[in-house]
């Protein structure tokens, strides 16, 4: 069963808006990672949490992490036409096994 | 750098037949997977493998085998195609099984008729 799940499904915003993204996931990680997928492409790695740490930014991402709420968010601040995708969260549970939620699609109006 | 690639990207089967997913990967990474993606159900991990010579099943394993005899490829074979089976199929690196990012080719989209 999937370990993780985002919310919500569904995202649709303004450019230059931000835009946030949450997953819950059910057991004990060893880190949670976000993923990004274009339309009819593979997945690219964004970033990756690890349960020791509560907050990581790269860029215009920024992703907190509760392990006591066994929950992670994502940002996106400034919005951007480019940043109109399919994200997803991934848990790593400590057993070999990259599990994933089912997503959330972020729109970015222009 | 290549990186990860899948071949072929698009592939209709009849029913019964058998066919073999290609996953090569250039980054010497330890560790390969195979995904399979469905509308609204994210990724589900078929098969995964830890090094050559080692694999071992995920959530939906059944229908598929894996084998992993050099570093570089981890195909994935589907027995006797069900139309069940219709998926985008994705298969990913990383340097190792933990703490590391995946990489991931750009996708098998396969047809069961």
């Known amino acids: 069963s999937q370990q993780g799940e985002e919310d919500p499904q569904a995202l649709s915003i303004q450019e230059g808006e931000n835009a946030t993204m949450n997953c819950s996931y059910k057991?004990?990680?060893?880190?949670l990672q976000w993923y990004r997928q274009n339309s009819g492409r593979g997945l690219v790695h964004l970033i990756l949490?690890?349960?020791?740490?509560r907050e990581k930014h790269s860029g215009r991402l920024r992703v907190t992490l509760d392990t006591s709420k066994k929950s992670s968010s994502l940002l996106i601040t400034a919005s951007r036409a480019a940043d109109t995708a399919s994200y997803f969260c991934?848990?790593?549970?400590?057993?070999?096994?990259?599990?994933f939620g089912a997503g959330t699609t972020v729109t970015v109006r222009a | 750098n290549a990186g990860v690639t899948q071949t072929p990207k698009f592939q209709v089967l009849k029913t019964g037949q058998s066919m073999t997913l290609q996953c090569a990967q250039d980054?010497?990474?330890?560790?390969m997977s195979w995904y399979r993606q469905d509308p609204g159900m994210g990724l589900r991990l078929i098969h995964y493998?830890?090094?050559?010579?080692?694999?071992d099943q995920g959530e939906v394993p059944n229908g598929y085998n894996v084998s992993r005899s050099t570093t570089e490829d981890f195909p994935l074979r589907l027995l006797s195609a069900a139309p069940s089976q219709t998926s985008v199929y994705f298969c990913?690196?990383?340097?190792?099984?933990?703490?590391?990012?995946?990489?991931f080719g750009q996708g098998t989209r396969l047809t069961v008729v």
């Open positions: 990913a690196s990383s340097y190792s099984s933990r703490d590391t990012e995946a990489f």
């Open positions: 057991t004990s990680i060893n880190n």
């Open positions: 949490i690890r349960s020791n740490e």
């Open positions: 991934a848990t790593d549970a400590r057993d070999y096994k990259l599990s």
């Open positions: 980054m010497n990474h330890e560790y």
């Open positions: 493998s830890v090094g050559a010579g080692i694999t």
